[in-house]
C-alpha cells in the first residue's frame, strides 16, 4: 500500500526507526489494513467486526497516575487514582518505544471538545489499525489524509496491547497498564486490546484539564429539544443512558461525555459508543441501524464464520458487546456538538430492589447528594459471587473517570443549576412491582413517557406527594403512564416487604455518603434517603 507518510517522523515521541507510519488514514484505508492484518472481518452490510481477547472491558484496577510535582496536590489519591512513580513510568516507557521499532504504526491526530475555545488536541498512536480507526471515530477528526495544521498536540496516547509490564519492575498491578502523566501530557496503555481504553483515558485527562478552567466535565448524555432545550442524561452502565438520550424527538448532542462551560454544553467526542447485547430494531431502531453500516466498529459481537451475519443475541464472549459508530449515523444528530445551558437534568438508576420511584423530583440540594452518591444496582448474575442485588454507588455517575475530589465537580454542577435554574430528576430505570427475580423491569415505554413529560413541562403543574422514605417529591400523575406506576410501594403484593427493602437501600445511602460528610454542606447532607 502506498499510504504511508515517509516524511512524518514519531522521533518528538521517542520512536525511532518503526517501519512505516501511517498518519490520519480514513476509514476505508484503515478497514483495508486491519482485514489484511488479520485484525477483524468484514460482516454483512458492512460493519468492521474485531475481538479484543481476554479483556473485553475496561480494566480500572490496572490504571495510575504519575505521582508528580505539578499534579499531585490536585489528585483525588486512593482506590481510584492509584499513584505509579515517574521512574517506574519512565521504565515502561522506554520497554514500550524500545518494543515499537520495526513495527508499522498509525497515527490519528484529532481534538477532543466539540467547542474551540476548550478544544483539546490529541495525538493517538497505536500498534493496531482498527485502533485507529476506532480513535478516528470517536474523537473529533478531519478529512481523511489531510493535515490539520492548527493541530499541535497537547496530549499523547501510545496504544500497545503487544506491550507487556513486568510488575516486579513496574510497579503495575499486572501486564495490563493504563498509565497518565499529567506533567509529560503521555498516557502510556498496553497489554490490553480493548479500545475503550483510549477513549477513557482522554476523558480522565479532561476531568482534570477543565475545572482548571472552571468547565464541569461530565460523564453524561446530551440532547435538544425542538424548542432548542438542552437535557442532559447521567448514569452509569445499564441505565440507559444512550437509549434514552437517543430519542426520535430530540436532536443528540452526544452519548457519553460532555463539557458544561459558562457558553453551554458541548460533547467531547464524534463518535457513539453503545452497547450492543440483545440490541433490536423494534426497541432502539437507531442503534440497531448503525450495526448494518460501513464504518461501525463491532468488538467481540458473534460473527457467523460462513455467512458473515450478526449475531447481536449472543453473549458468549462477553455481555460488553459494543459498536462504535460516528455520531452522524444518528439521523437527528447535531453537527455543532453543542448546546445552550440544560433546562433539565435526568439522573438515571437502575434500582433492582425495585423501590426507589420511576420518576422523581429533586431539589438543588438533592441533585448534589444523589451526583456525589451515583447509585445504581449490580443483579445476580453479572459478575461473580452476586447472588443477590448490590448497590453499587459511582459518585458523578463516574469515578473511574474523577481525578480531582468528586466535590470540586460537584460545587461546578450546583452552582451551574443554581444559576440557570435547572430542573433535575431521578429516573429509575430498573425494577417495580418487587425487587430483581420477584419484580419486572420498568417498561421503556413508560420511562420514555415520564422523560417526555418531565423536559416538556407537563408535570410543572401536577400534584406531588412527598417519599418520606427516600426524601424525593413524586408526582401523582403522568402522561400515558399508569398513575399505579409511579408510586413503587403500591406495585409490591408485600408491602411489608417492600417496608424492609425500602429501609436496607435508604441505610446503604447513608453508609456511603459518610464518605463526603466532613466536606458536603449542612442542606445537602440531610437531603439523601433516610435510614
Avoid at 346 to 372: K, N
Wanted: glycine share 10%; hydrophobic share 40%; net charge negative.
Amino acid at each position: 500500500m502506498q499510504d504511508a507518510a515517509p516524511t512524518f517522523s514519531l522521533a518528538p515521541h521517542g520512536i525511532t526507526e518503526p517501519r512505516n507510519v501511517y498518519r490520519n488514514l480514513g476509514t476505508a484505508a484503515l478497514y483495508e489494513h486491519a482485514i489484511r492484518r488479520s485484525e477483524g472481518v468484514l460482516a454483512e452490510h458492512g460493519p468492521l467486526v474485531c475481538l479484543t481477547g481476554v479483556h473485553t472491558g475496561r480494566s480500572p484496577n490496572d490504571r495510575f497516575l504519575v505521582r508528580e510535582p505539578s499534579s499531585e496536590g490536585n489528585v483525588w489519591w486512593g482506590p481510584v487514582n492509584k499513584a505509579i512513580e515517574p521512574g517506574q513510568f519512565e521504565a515502561v516507557k522506554q520497554k514500550m518505544l524500545a518494543s515499537l521499532r520495526g513495527r508499522d504504526l498509525f497515527v490519528q491526530d484529532c481534538y477532543a471538545g466539540a467547542d474551540r475555545e476548550y478544544r483539546l488536541p490529541v495525538r493517538i498512536i497505536t500498534e493496531l489499525a482498527w485502533h485507529s480507526l476506532f480513535a478516528r471515530t470517536m474523537f473529533l477528526s478531519g478529512p481523511a489524509g489531510a493535515v490539520d495544521p492548527e493541530h499541535a498536540p497537547e496530549f499523547t496516547v501510545i496504544n500497545s496491547p503487544s506491550m507487556v509490564a513486568d510488575p516486579a519492575v513496574h510497579g503495575t498491578r499486572s501486564g495490563v497498564f493504563i498509565l497518565v502523566n499529567l506533567a509529560e501530557r503521555l498516557v502510556l496503555v498496553g497489554g490490553t486490546s480493548y479500545a475503550g481504553e483510549t477513549k477513557k483515558s482522554i476523558f480522565s485527562v479532561m476531568n482534570y484539564l477543565l475545572p482548571l478552567r472552571n468547565v464541569l466535565p461530565m460523564h453524561c448524555s446530551a440532547n435538544i429539544g425542538a424548542a432548542g432545550d438542552t437535557a442532559l442524561f447521567f448514569g452509569l452502565s445499564g441505565t440507559g443512558k444512550t437509549t434514552l438520550s437517543s430519542d426520535p424527538l430530540r436532536r443528540l448532542i452526544g452519548d457519553d461525555e460532555h463539557g458544561w462551560s459558562e457558553r453551554g454544553v458541548f460533547n467531547f467526542e464524534g463518535g457513539c459508543y453503545a452497547k450492543t447485547i440483545k440490541l433490536s430494531a423494534e426497541a432502539e431502531p437507531e442503534i440497531y441501524a448503525t450495526t448494518r453500516r460501513f464504518g461501525t466498529v463491532l468488538e467481540n459481537v458473534v460473527v457467523d464464520p460462513q455467512t458473515r451475519r450478526l449475531d447481536l443475541d449472543d453473549g458468549s464472549l462477553t455481555e460488553n458487546t459494543r459498536g462504535a459508530y460516528p455520531i452522524s449515523f444518528i439521523d437527528n444528530w447535531v453537527p455543532s456538538g453543542q448546546g445552550g445551558h440544560p433546562a433539565n437534568i435526568v439522573m438515571l438508576t437502575a434500582d433492582a430492589f425495585g423501590v426507589l420511584p420511576p420518576i422523581s423530583r429533586l431539589s438543588s440540594a438533592g441533585a448534589m447528594y444523589h451526583f456525589l452518591a451515583g447509585y445504581t444496582a449490580k443483579v445476580a448474575g453479572t459478575e461473580k459471587g452476586v447472588t443477590e442485588p448490590q448497590a453499587t454507588f459511582s459518585t458523578c455517575f463516574g469515578a473511574p473517570f474523577m481525578v480531582w475530589h468528586p466535590t470540586v465537580y460537584a460545587k461546578l454542577l450546583g452552582e451551574r443549576i443554581a444559576t440557570h435554574r435547572s430542573k433535575v430528576w431521578l429516573i429509575n430505570t430498573g425494577w417495580t412491582g418487587g425487587a430483581y427475580g420477584v419484580g419486572h423491569r420498568m417498561p421503556i415505554g413508560h420511562t420514555r413517557a415520564m422523560i417526555t413529560a418531565a423536559l416538556s413541562g407537563a408535570l410543572d403543574d401536577v400534584a406531588y406527594e412527598t417519599d418520606t422514605r427516600f426524601n424525593v417529591d413524586v408526582p401523582l400523575s403522568c402522561p400515558d403512564v399508569p398513575a399505579g406506576v409511579l408510586t413503587p410501594r403500591a406495585t409490591w403484593d408485600n408491602t411489608a416487604d417492600y417496608d424492609a427493602q425500602a429501609g436496607k437501600l435508604a441505610g446503604m445511602f447513608a453508609e456511603n455518603f459518610k464518605r463526603f460528610e466532613a466536606e458536603a454542606a449542612d442542606d445537602i447532607r440531610t437531603a439523601g434517603p433516610r435510614a
